[in-house]
C-alpha cells in the first residue's frame, strides 16, 4: 500500500482543488530539448488522461520557437514558454523563480521533472518554495482511486519499493531518471502560450561567464582502441598523470579503478568495472590496480591486458595477457622514455 508522509513544511493554505492538470518540465539547454522531456511527457500524458485533466510543458529558456512545437507532438495540450534573455544559460535562481512564479499563477495539480543535473539542482528549491514534497528518482508514476499521484521509487538501498504520496500539499511533485520511461508521439492539437511574467523573477545573482562543455567521456572510453586504468597503487592524485601521460604516447584513453575514483584522482564517469563502464579496447593496461572481480568484470572482455603491479600475487595476473611484476615508479617513467624515444 501506498505510504502517506506526513506533511514537511506548512503547505499552501488554499485550496487544492484549485490545483488541475499534469505539468512537465521541459528541459533546454543550448537549443535542445532532453530526451527525458519527451519520457516524461509521454508519461504525463497518460497520468493526464486517467484523470481526466489537461497535459502541459513549461519551457524555460532563450529563444525558443524553434523548440516550442516538438512537445506538442508527445501530448501537450499547452506549451508554456518562458522565454527571457536571463535564462539562456541555466541558473538556480531565474529558473527556480520564473518556474514558481507560473506555477503559483496556473496551479497545476502535478509538477514532473527529469532527475537530470539540472533537475536535481533546482527542482528541490521549486518545491522548498511552493513548500510542497517532492519524491526524487521515481521509478513508476501512477494514479490512486483517490485521484493522487502515486510516486515509486527504490528504497532501503534499493530493497523495497515505496510508493510514496502526497495528499496535503500541490502540486505532488516527482524526477525521474532519464530512459525509466519511453518516449511515445501522441499529439494532441495542444497550443503554445508564451508568458509574461515580471522581470524580477528572472533576476540571479550569478552570472555565467562562460560555458565549457564537458567531453563525453562515456562514448570515448566504450570505443577507445587502447585504455589505460590507474588504481590506487599510484598512492596520489600528482601521480595519476603517469597513467595520462602513457595514454597520450599510446593514443588511448585514461580508465581507472573505483579506488581511483573515490580518492578523487579521476572524474567517475572514467570509472571501469561493475559500477562503472564496460569496456573491451585491444589492449587494457591496469596500472597499480589489484583486479577485484568488480573491476575484472568490466574489462575482461579486452584482447590483450597488461598488467603492471608489485604483487605478484594480484588477481589481475590472472585475466592478463602480459603481467609485469614490477614497482609502477620504476617501470612507468621507463616505459614513457622509451616510448618517447621511439
Ligand atoms: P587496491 O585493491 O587497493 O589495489 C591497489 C594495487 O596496487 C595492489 O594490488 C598493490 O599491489 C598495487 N600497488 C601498490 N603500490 C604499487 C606500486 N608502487 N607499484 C605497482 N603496484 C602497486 N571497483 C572498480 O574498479 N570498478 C567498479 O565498478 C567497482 N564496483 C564495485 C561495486 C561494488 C558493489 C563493490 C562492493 C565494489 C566495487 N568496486 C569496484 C571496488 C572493488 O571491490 C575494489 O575495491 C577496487 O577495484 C580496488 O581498486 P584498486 O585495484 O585500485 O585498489
Redesign the pocket.
Known sequence: GAISLPQVGTGPKDDLSAYRGVWVFAEWRRGTIHRVSYELLSAARKLADKKGVPCAAVLLGSDLDAAAPSLLEYGADTVYVIDHPNLADFTDEAYANSLVALVREKRPEILLAGATTMGRSFIPRVAALLQTGLTADCTDLDISEEGLLLQTRPAFGGNVMATIVCPNSRPQMATVRPRVMRPEKDARNGRIEKVTLPEEVFQTRVEVLQVIPEEDVTAKLSEAEVIIS??????KAENFHLVEELAQLLKGAVG??????EEGWAPPSH??????QTVAPTLYM??????????I??MQGSKVIVA????PE?P?FDVASCGVV??????VPAFIQRLKRE
Open positions: 590507474g588504481g590506487r597503487g599510484l598512492q581507472a579503478s573505483r579506488s581511483a575514483v570509472q571501469v568495472g561493475q559500477t562503472g591496469a596500472v597499480g590496480i589489484s583486479g577485484a572481480i568488480q573491476h568484470v568490466g603492471v603491479n608489485k604483487d594480484a589481475i614490477a614497482d609502477l615508479f620504476e617501470f
